[in-house]
């Protein structure tokens, strides 16, 4: 592609002198660059994209894009380095993003499941759909992981192009705040965007929740979206009532909304409620349980009805709808449940435990940890509130990374109510082997934090390894089991 057509759109004050030149690919990594690529010379944390610029061109860059002038002849400087670079990868790859209705889901806790039903009911609806999000990229029979929420711009807008040819119509995709605050989403106009809640996380990147909740709310402007829907029961959800520039339709089980949910019912087997979406009342059953997670259903149903389905054919495919693999999985054994979850953050855990709370018969045991080089403000918080519900915790190690398992426990540690009968284990499988080992007749084990993550991070690398794997493990050695869905205890 010529360089002024892949400029297209960037705002740049000083350009190289000769725009016609093909580039050939786009590169944000010196080391990775081939030749005829053109380098976007990002600032990190803590590095300066301009000192790898010299190590672009030797590897072949045919054009450099910097937000600092310098001396060097040719470069293009641009007002933001990162809003160009989206802006570049959008132009190379077509600018593919245009040709598809692409719904936002953003929001502290609750994107992946509100996300996946959408795309599910779309499905159903007979409708071509792609999804992008915390477990990956899925579209047709195409899935790939990228390790990102929202993945980098090159990455986003090749699965756009490829999402383009193989006839995809709609695309779901989770928006993280920082993709929003890293202008990932640049170039991109959502048909809906949807705001679930703002709760405490990621204060390592936002350094306070107002920094981190006026992210997410800048999101809602019209030049990224032509409307939103938010969620009515969340304060801070609830200011783009009277700051956003979009049309806003609001949802929520508390608070007036123009879609909300009355005579809820949850078991372990699933929910069912009566949802009033702007008028229109239908019956719905779910294979989802808990209050938080029709929250989640009535947001989906909100923006499937806005996109123009039938809310009858809506409701017909919630209800043969699966759990979000790693969201609220249950195990049954004939004594006891499991529930797997990735809730992270205080506000999902406490969803997850008030959720399952009122259907266990016996105690509820709640085993988690938090990740290491994140928010370490939270993890006090965490232990305050799964201390509060459940009436016995294991803390052990979640996603360490470069942090000692250990000194993470002791910081959710001090957090825990003096009363409350806990146990630390550091290694995760054993804590679920003796969590398993302790559960009695009526009991619920709540294990949280890392859902369907196949892996744990420890010192720089990735080590397989799978929540639901270690008690499939135990149960092989000890038990026999009944997944959710199957008629009968084994």
């Not at 996300?115 to 990956?136: E, H, P, Q, R, W």
């Not at 085993?367 to 052990?396: E, H, N, Q, S, Y």
């Amino acid at each position: 592609m010529q360089l002024y057509k892949l400029l297209e759109g960037v705002k740049a004050w000083s350009s190289a002198t000769n725009d016609e030149i093909e580039i050939t690919g786009v590169s944000i990594d010196s080391r990775k660059c081939r030749k005829g690529d053109i380098f976007i010379a990002l600032d990190g944390t803590n590095t300066r994209g301009d000192d790898y610029i010299s190590e672009a061109i030797q590897n072949g860059a045919k054009a450099i894009v910097t937000q600092h002038a310098s001396d060097r002849d040719g470069e293009i400087i641009v007002e933001n380095a990162r809003e160009a670079y989206a802006l570049i990868c959008k132009n190379f790859y077509g600018k593919a993003c245009d040709q598809l209705k692409i719904i936002g889901v953003t929001g502290t806790n609750g994107k992946t499941t509100t996300a996946t039903l959408i795309a599910d009911i779309l499905k159903s609806c007979k409708k071509n759909v792609g999804l992008i999000g915390t477990l990956g990229v899925s579209y047709d029979d195409n899935a790939y992981y990228t390790g990102f929420t929202t993945p980098d711009p090159h990455i986003l807008h090749k699965s756009f192009k490829d999402m383009v040819e193989d006839g995809i119509e709609y695309v779901i995709m989770e928006v993280s705040a920082h993709a929003i605050a890293l202008k990932k989403l640049c170039g991109i106009k959502f048909e809906l965007g949807v705001l679930t809640n703002i709760t405490q996380d990621h204060l390592d990147f936002f350094k306070d929740m107002d920094a981190y909740a006026g992210t997410k709310l800048s999101f809602f402007s019209k030049e990224n979206m032509k409307a939103g829907l938010i969620n009515s029961d969340d304060e801070r959800a609830r200011i783009l009532l009277k700051t956003a520039d979009v049309p806003i339709i609001t949802y929520g089980l508390d608070n007036p909304s123009d879609i909300f949910a009355i005579n809820i019912e949850s078991s372990f087997d699933g929910t069912s409620f009566i949802c009033n979406c702007l008028d229109n009342i239908v019956p719905i059953k779910t294979n989802l349980v808990g209050r938080y997670n029709v929250s989640n259903a009535i947001a989906a149903i909100g923006v499937c009805n806005a996109i123009g389905e039938n809310i009858n054919k809506i409701a017909l495919s919630l209800h043969y709808i699966s759990p979000v693999e790693g969201r609220f999985n249950i195990i049954k054994h004939k004594n006891f449940n499991i529930v797997i979850d990735y809730a992270h953050t205080s506000d999902g855990i406490e969803n997850i435990l008030k959720s399952a709370k009122p259907l266990t018969e016996g105690r509820l045991i709640a085993l988690f940890g938090c990740g290491g080089d994140r928010d370490r403000l939270k993890r006090p918080i965490m232990g305050r509130v799964a201390g509060t519900l459940a009436d016995k915790l294991w803390l052990t190690s979640d996603n360490p990374r470069s942090e000692k398992p250990l000194d993470i426990i002791k910081e959710i540690e001090n957090g825990v109510p003096n009363n409350v009968d806990y146990e630390i284990c550091e290694n995760r499988a054993n804590a679920i082997e003796k969590a398993l080992d302790d559960c009695k007749k009526g009991d619920t084990l709540v294990i949280l934090g890392k859902g369907a993550e196949k892996y744990q991070e420890i010192d720089g690398e990735k080590i397989p390894y799978n929540d639901f794997d270690e008690v499939y493990k135990y149960f092989r050695k000890h038990i026999t089991i009944k997944r959710q869905g199957d008629d009968e205890s084994e």
